[in-house]
Nanobody
């Protein structure tokens, strides 16, 4: 089974940037990023497929976040620019067989990395 390890979170001021990494021990058809803020449900952020590089984004991050992959490193990235305080959350990467926006379609999850955006 694929294992995922996230890194790259931290504290940044509003308008700043961070790049999250998700290192995978193997290949999955789709790798997604989700986030969960305190008191809120886990929310889809972005997804990419390994075979076709199909991508999809949450509307509120379009134009600010970019998901990409490095096949040689088996790593998926989430470049986050123009960060806002409302982007503050624990960010998780997840692997699944379909590039959906539903968390229950993903069967392998990383441990999460905290992103905090100060105003």
């Amino acid at each position: 089974q694929v294992q995922l390890v996230e890194s790259g979170g931290g504290l940044v001021q509003a308008g700043g940037s961070l790049r999250l990494s998700c290192a995978a021990s193997g290949r999955a058809a789709a790798v997604g990023w989700f986030r969960q803020a305190p008191g809120k449900e886990r929310e889809f952020v972005a997804v990419i497929t390994w075979s076709t590089s199909y991508t999809n984004y949450l509307d509120s991050v379009k134009g600010r976040f970019t998901i990409s992959k490095d096949s040689a490193k088996n790593t998926v990235y989430l470049q986050m620019n123009s960060l806002k305080p409302e982007d503050t959350a624990v960010y998780y990467c997840a692997a699944g067989s379909l590039p959906t926006t539903r968390a229950y379609n993903y069967n392998v999850w990383g441990q999460g990395t905290q992103v905090t955006v100060s105003s």
